[in-house]
T-cell receptor, first 114, second 114 residues
Framework: AQSVTQLGSHVSVSEGALVLLRCNYSSSVPPYLFWYVQYPNQGLQLLLKYTTGATLVKGINGFEAEFKKSETSFHLTKPSAHMSDAAEYFCAVRLYNQGGKLIFGQGTELSVKP | DSGVTQTPKHLITATGQRVTLRCSPRSGDLSVYWYQQSLDQGLQFLIQYYNGEERAKGNILERFSAQQFPDLHSELNLSSLELGDSALYFC?????????????FGPGTRLTVL
Protein backbone atom coordinates (compact mmCIF):
# COMPACT_ATOMS: atom_id res chain seq x y z
CA ALA A 1 0.00 0.00 0.00
CA GLN A 2 1.11 3.51 -0.69
CA SER A 3 2.16 5.57 2.31
CA VAL A 4 3.90 8.73 3.38
CA THR A 5 6.17 8.98 6.40
CA GLN A 6 7.24 12.24 7.95
CA LEU A 7 10.15 11.85 10.33
CA GLY A 8 9.64 13.90 13.46
CA SER A 9 6.24 15.05 14.61
CA HIS A 10 7.82 18.20 15.99
CA VAL A 11 10.83 20.19 14.81
CA SER A 12 12.19 23.27 16.54
CA VAL A 13 14.66 25.69 14.96
CA SER A 14 16.01 29.12 15.78
CA GLU A 15 15.09 32.11 13.67
CA GLY A 16 17.56 32.34 10.80
CA ALA A 17 18.50 28.66 10.96
CA LEU A 18 18.01 26.05 8.26
CA VAL A 19 14.65 24.32 8.16
CA LEU A 20 14.65 20.65 7.13
CA LEU A 21 11.44 18.63 7.25
CA ARG A 22 11.75 15.03 6.14
CA CYS A 23 9.32 13.05 4.02
CA ASN A 24 9.62 9.56 2.61
CA TYR A 25 7.05 7.77 0.51
CA SER A 26 6.38 4.28 -0.65
CA SER A 27 4.75 3.75 -4.01
CA SER A 28 4.78 1.12 -6.72
CA VAL A 29 4.05 3.73 -9.40
CA PRO A 30 5.61 7.16 -10.04
CA PRO A 31 4.17 9.52 -7.48
CA TYR A 32 3.18 13.14 -7.57
CA LEU A 33 4.39 14.79 -4.38
CA PHE A 34 3.16 17.79 -2.46
CA TRP A 35 3.92 19.84 0.61
CA TYR A 36 1.09 21.68 2.34
CA VAL A 37 1.20 24.10 5.27
CA GLN A 38 -1.52 24.52 7.86
CA TYR A 39 -1.57 27.60 10.08
CA PRO A 40 -3.60 27.46 13.29
CA ASN A 41 -7.35 27.39 12.68
CA GLN A 42 -6.91 27.49 8.93
CA GLY A 43 -7.15 25.13 6.01
CA LEU A 44 -4.24 23.69 4.09
CA GLN A 45 -2.25 25.79 1.65
CA LEU A 46 -0.08 24.33 -1.10
CA LEU A 47 3.60 25.16 -0.63
CA LEU A 48 4.99 23.30 -3.64
CA LYS A 49 4.54 20.24 -5.79
CA TYR A 50 6.51 17.79 -7.89
CA THR A 51 4.81 16.21 -10.88
CA THR A 52 7.40 15.62 -13.60
CA GLY A 53 10.56 17.26 -14.85
CA ALA A 54 13.03 19.09 -12.63
CA THR A 55 13.49 17.27 -9.35
CA LEU A 56 14.26 20.43 -7.37
CA VAL A 57 11.09 22.41 -7.00
CA LYS A 58 10.67 25.85 -5.52
CA GLY A 59 7.58 26.95 -3.69
CA ILE A 60 6.16 29.89 -1.88
CA ASN A 61 7.74 31.67 1.08
CA GLY A 62 11.26 30.56 0.17
CA PHE A 63 10.67 26.83 0.58
CA GLU A 64 12.00 24.21 -1.79
CA ALA A 65 12.04 20.42 -1.98
CA GLU A 66 13.99 17.84 -3.94
CA PHE A 67 12.54 14.62 -5.29
CA LYS A 68 15.07 11.79 -4.91
CA LYS A 69 13.71 8.65 -6.47
CA SER A 70 16.60 6.46 -5.28
CA GLU A 71 15.90 7.48 -1.70
CA THR A 72 12.09 7.70 -2.10
CA SER A 73 12.31 11.07 -0.40
CA PHE A 74 10.90 14.56 -0.85
CA HIS A 75 12.40 16.62 1.97
CA LEU A 76 11.36 20.25 2.46
CA THR A 77 13.98 22.90 3.15
CA LYS A 78 14.29 26.62 3.73
CA PRO A 79 17.67 28.26 4.20
CA SER A 80 16.61 30.71 6.89
CA ALA A 81 13.63 30.24 9.21
CA HIS A 82 11.31 33.12 10.01
CA MET A 83 8.94 33.38 12.94
CA SER A 84 6.01 33.35 10.52
CA ASP A 85 7.03 29.85 9.34
CA ALA A 86 5.73 28.32 12.57
CA ALA A 87 2.93 26.00 11.44
CA GLU A 88 2.16 22.37 10.70
CA TYR A 89 3.54 20.92 7.49
CA PHE A 90 2.13 17.97 5.62
CA CYS A 91 3.75 15.91 2.92
CA ALA A 92 1.32 14.20 0.54
CA VAL A 93 1.41 11.85 -2.42
CA ARG A 94 -0.95 11.44 -5.30
CA LEU A 95 -0.93 8.50 -7.70
CA TYR A 96 -1.99 8.69 -11.32
CA ASN A 97 -3.95 5.45 -11.06
CA GLN A 98 -5.91 6.51 -8.00
CA GLY A 99 -7.61 9.63 -9.23
CA GLY A 100 -7.43 12.78 -7.24
CA LYS A 101 -7.04 11.63 -3.68
CA LEU A 102 -4.14 12.85 -1.60
CA ILE A 103 -2.44 10.52 0.86
CA PHE A 104 -0.99 12.57 3.70
CA GLY A 105 1.80 12.02 6.14
CA GLN A 106 1.17 12.53 9.84
CA GLY A 107 2.43 16.09 9.77
CA THR A 108 5.36 17.91 11.34
CA GLU A 109 4.84 20.86 13.62
CA LEU A 110 7.53 23.47 13.12
CA SER A 111 8.39 25.83 15.97
CA VAL A 112 10.67 28.82 15.43
CA LYS A 113 12.48 30.28 18.41
CA PRO A 114 13.52 33.92 18.48
CA ASP B 1 -8.61 32.87 1.15
CA SER B 2 -8.78 29.81 -1.11
CA GLY B 3 -12.25 30.56 -2.44
CA VAL B 4 -13.65 27.35 -0.93
CA THR B 5 -16.28 27.95 1.73
CA GLN B 6 -17.49 25.56 4.38
CA THR B 7 -20.38 25.88 6.78
CA PRO B 8 -20.79 25.70 9.65
CA LYS B 9 -17.41 26.56 11.12
CA HIS B 10 -18.12 24.72 14.36
CA LEU B 11 -20.68 22.08 15.20
CA ILE B 12 -21.35 20.56 18.59
CA THR B 13 -23.77 17.68 18.84
CA ALA B 14 -24.52 14.52 20.80
CA THR B 15 -23.86 10.87 20.12
CA GLY B 16 -26.43 9.24 17.89
CA GLN B 17 -27.31 12.44 16.08
CA ARG B 18 -27.02 13.30 12.40
CA VAL B 19 -25.34 16.38 10.93
CA THR B 20 -24.77 17.86 7.49
CA LEU B 21 -21.64 19.72 6.50
CA ARG B 22 -21.72 21.96 3.48
CA CYS B 23 -19.05 22.94 1.00
CA SER B 24 -19.06 25.44 -1.84
CA PRO B 25 -16.16 24.96 -4.24
CA ARG B 26 -14.23 27.71 -5.97
CA SER B 27 -16.04 29.22 -8.91
CA GLY B 28 -15.57 26.96 -11.92
CA ASP B 29 -14.16 23.98 -10.03
CA LEU B 30 -15.91 20.71 -10.86
CA SER B 31 -14.23 18.39 -8.37
CA VAL B 32 -14.92 18.31 -4.66
CA TYR B 33 -13.00 16.24 -2.12
CA TRP B 34 -13.74 15.57 1.54
CA TYR B 35 -11.05 14.87 4.14
CA GLN B 36 -11.17 14.13 7.84
CA GLN B 37 -8.45 15.34 10.21
CA SER B 38 -8.32 13.74 13.64
CA LEU B 39 -5.62 13.42 16.27
CA ASP B 40 -5.34 9.65 16.03
CA GLN B 41 -5.90 9.11 12.29
CA GLY B 42 -4.33 12.26 10.88
CA LEU B 43 -5.59 13.59 7.54
CA GLN B 44 -7.58 11.00 5.63
CA PHE B 45 -9.32 11.15 2.29
CA LEU B 46 -13.01 10.34 2.48
CA ILE B 47 -14.60 10.80 -0.94
CA GLN B 48 -14.37 12.68 -4.25
CA TYR B 49 -17.07 13.95 -6.58
CA TYR B 50 -16.66 15.27 -10.09
CA ASN B 51 -19.49 17.17 -11.74
CA GLY B 52 -22.09 15.44 -9.62
CA GLU B 53 -20.73 11.91 -9.82
CA GLU B 54 -18.76 9.97 -7.25
CA ARG B 55 -15.22 9.39 -8.52
CA ALA B 56 -13.20 7.92 -5.67
CA LYS B 57 -13.82 6.60 -2.23
CA GLY B 58 -11.45 6.36 0.69
CA ASN B 59 -11.90 5.25 4.27
CA ILE B 60 -15.42 6.57 4.54
CA LEU B 61 -17.67 4.88 7.06
CA GLU B 62 -21.03 3.49 5.99
CA ARG B 63 -22.66 5.95 8.42
CA PHE B 64 -21.25 8.76 6.29
CA SER B 65 -22.55 9.77 2.88
CA ALA B 66 -21.98 12.64 0.50
CA GLN B 67 -23.37 14.15 -2.64
CA GLN B 68 -22.63 16.92 -5.09
CA PHE B 69 -25.53 18.96 -6.38
CA PRO B 70 -26.12 20.46 -9.86
CA ASP B 71 -24.82 23.83 -8.65
CA LEU B 72 -21.64 21.91 -7.66
CA HIS B 73 -21.86 22.48 -3.93
CA SER B 74 -21.41 19.37 -1.85
CA GLU B 75 -22.76 18.04 1.42
CA LEU B 76 -21.28 15.47 3.75
CA ASN B 77 -23.85 13.71 5.93
CA LEU B 78 -22.72 12.04 9.13
CA SER B 79 -25.23 9.91 11.00
CA SER B 80 -25.38 7.84 14.19
CA LEU B 81 -22.53 9.96 15.45
CA GLU B 82 -19.97 8.52 17.82
CA LEU B 83 -17.40 10.23 20.03
CA GLY B 84 -14.69 9.13 17.64
CA ASP B 85 -16.24 11.13 14.81
CA SER B 86 -15.07 14.33 16.47
CA ALA B 87 -12.64 15.83 13.98
CA LEU B 88 -11.95 18.63 11.59
CA TYR B 89 -13.60 18.01 8.22
CA PHE B 90 -12.07 19.68 5.20
CA CYS B 91 -13.48 20.18 1.78
CA UNK B 92 -11.20 20.84 -1.18
CA UNK B 93 -11.93 21.64 -4.79
CA UNK B 94 -10.06 21.52 -8.09
CA UNK B 95 -10.88 22.45 -11.67
CA UNK B 96 -10.74 18.87 -12.96
CA UNK B 97 -10.24 15.40 -11.62
CA UNK B 98 -6.76 14.54 -12.83
CA UNK B 99 -3.66 14.23 -10.71
CA UNK B 100 -2.22 17.50 -12.05
CA UNK B 101 -5.05 19.53 -10.61
CA UNK B 102 -4.17 21.47 -7.48
CA UNK B 103 -6.61 21.04 -4.65
CA UNK B 104 -7.69 24.19 -2.83
CA PHE B 105 -8.77 23.61 0.74
CA GLY B 106 -11.52 25.29 2.70
CA PRO B 107 -11.12 26.40 6.33
CA GLY B 108 -12.81 23.27 7.65
CA THR B 109 -15.73 22.41 9.92
CA ARG B 110 -14.82 21.39 13.44
CA LEU B 111 -17.23 18.72 14.67
CA THR B 112 -17.42 17.91 18.36
CA VAL B 113 -19.52 14.94 19.43
CA LEU B 114 -20.36 14.88 23.13
Amino acid sequence: AQSVTQLGSHVSVSEGALVLLRCNYSSSVPPYLFWYVQYPNQGLQLLLKYTTGATLVKGINGFEAEFKKSETSFHLTKPSAHMSDAAEYFCAVRLYNQGGKLIFGQGTELSVKP
Amino acid sequence: DSGVTQTPKHLITATGQRVTLRCSPRSGDLSVYWYQQSLDQGLQFLIQYYNGEERAKGNILERFSAQQFPDLHSELNLSSLELGDSALYFCASSPGQGVYNEQFFGPGTRLTVL
